[in-house]
């Protein structure tokens, strides 16, 4: 029997056994499945804790959302008018209009207004899908006195920086001979060689204090018998 794959799924990374509908988003898995959902893809995220890792969406497919009343007030939305960044969706433009507010000033206004009657903002769509809405400007320049990241190959050379220098040598400092304080902690070396002197010395003092027994015993014998 031939052992079953596992694969990860291309739409939102689930791992299971290969199969032609995801168990966790319930995306077609087949070719022709995976080219329809590429066709939904976009900038525009939805925040759903059941499928957390779903791609983003088409304007589109988010306005599809708002219409089936999978979108809410109080809803969590990202895209190119939020600089993708999270916000309710009362007051994201683009789509706030069609919940009926206006994202600016939260005024009740019809999901077919072209602008808000109270603060003239004006409402639309953004069906770009390319665009994720982040600033393209350029990083501004700053003053710099050593190497930048954002500095070309010819003016490297032309930076202020120092240059690099070595850390100057400090004086050695005498080296210690043995028994002048150079006591180290216990496991080291110079530790266990005088932890194996002392219990050296102790085990000559006991046979000393056996063979100074045995000679007291002897000597108190030899007096009795006399």
Known sequence: MAKQRILACPLCGETQYEQS???QCGGKLDPDGLLLAESSF????????????????????LVHKVREENVHRFSLVRGPTTRQLWIVAKRVPGIAHLLGRCHK???????????????????????????????EA???KVTTTGVSSFLGDTAIFDTCSEPMKLPEKSPETPRREEGEGNISGPGSPAFRVLQRS?????????????ALG?????L????MNR
């Open 21 to 23: 509908v995801c168990k």
């Open 42 to 61: 976009g900038p525009w995220y939805l925040r759903d804790e059941e499928n957390p890792f779903a791609p983003g969406m088409t304007y589109d497919l």
């Open 105 to 135: 000033c939260d005024e009740h206004v019809d999901p077919t207004s072209l602008s808000c009657p109270s603060c003239e903002v004006t409402f639309g769509g953004y069906r770009d899908r390319d665009s994720l809405g982040l600033e």
């Open 138 to 140: 350029p990083p501004k």
């Open 198 to 210: 002392i219990e050296s010395s102790k085990r000559k003092n006991r046979i000393l204090m056996v």
């Open 214 to 218: 045995v000679v007291s015993l002897i």
């Open 220 to 223: 108190i014998l030899v007096l």
